[in-house]
T-cell receptor
Framework: GAGVSQSPRYKVAKRGQDVALRCDPI?????LFWYQQALGQGPEFLTY????????KSGLPSDRFFAERPEGSVSTLKIQRTQQEDSAVYLC??????????????FGEGSRLTVL | QKEVEQNSGPLSVPEGAIASLNCTYS??????FFWYRQYSGKSPELIMF????GDKEDGRFTAQLNKASQYVSLLIRDSQPSDSATYLC??????????FGTGTRLQVFP
């Protein structure tokens, strides 16, 4: 597709359930980012991939959060044993290059997770 | 202190006026600075980036950067109701990640 595609767009989970959120970046984009955006807040960095390598996972809030990008294209963000505080929009973004000072991030529409 | 600070607003301006959005950052090592616009329920989209001190103009938008004061701003001239959105300031630090502020909600009224 032409843009970053995320699925599902909406997910309702019961507390304690595991969820998986998928991101399909723009074809050929090397860099992929996951952000978490709570209501009324700016996006908070979670993790970053360059191709299949996860170069920075400093933003993952706990060991319940796990991300992968095994073939350097599609990425999955997995949240285990979801808690109510995990409720947020999870944004995926991709960028064509890797270490470009002004490279633009292209965001997907996000996956809105609600944990009951 | 948050790494990127913005006034959450809302900032209300009449149509045709200049809207001025401000952002401060704490890390002097920050290299480049971005303004994203986010409509309600939508994803952020890039408006402008700046990495040199001074002004950078693009149509109705002007970004201003003052690294000594650790301050970046966005001016929107001839504001339109369609400019009503949340404006996110982002700072590129370290390797490649962007750090975002909480955003300023702009309302342009007819």
């Amino acid at each position: 597709g032409a843009g970053v595609s995320q699925s599902p767009r909406y997910k309702v989970a019961k507390r304690g359930q595991d969820v998986a959120l998928r991101c399909d970046p723009i074809s050929g984009h090397v860099s992929l980012f996951w952000y978490q955006q709570a209501l009324g807040q700016g996006p908070e960095f979670l993790t970053y991939f360059q191709n299949e390598a996860q170069l920075d996972k400093s933003g993952l809030p706990s060991d319940r959060f796990f991300a992968e990008r095994p073939e350097g294209s599609v990425s999955t963000l997995k949240i285990q044993r979801t808690q109510q505080e995990d409720s947020a929009v999870y944004l995926c973004a991709s960028r064509r290059g890797s270490r470009r000072i002004t490279g633009e991030l292209f965001f997907g529409e996000g996956s809105r997770l609600t944990v009951l | 202190q948050k790494e990127v600070e913005q006034n959450s607003g809302p900032l209300s301006v009449p149509e045709g006026a200049i809207a001025s959005l401000n952002c401060t950052y704490s890390d002097r090592g920050s290299q480049s600075f971005f303004w994203y616009r986010q409509y309600s329920g939508k994803s952020p989209e890039l408006i402008m980036f700046i990495y040199s001190n001074g002004d950078k103009e693009d149509g109705r938008f002007t970004a201003q950067l003052n690294k000594a004061s650790q301050y970046v701003s966005l001016l929107i001239r001839d504001s339109q109701p369609s400019d009503s959105a949340t404006y996110l300031c982002a700072v590129k630090r370290g390797t490649d990640k962007l750090i975002f502020g909480t955003g300023t909600r702009l309302q342009v009224f007819p």
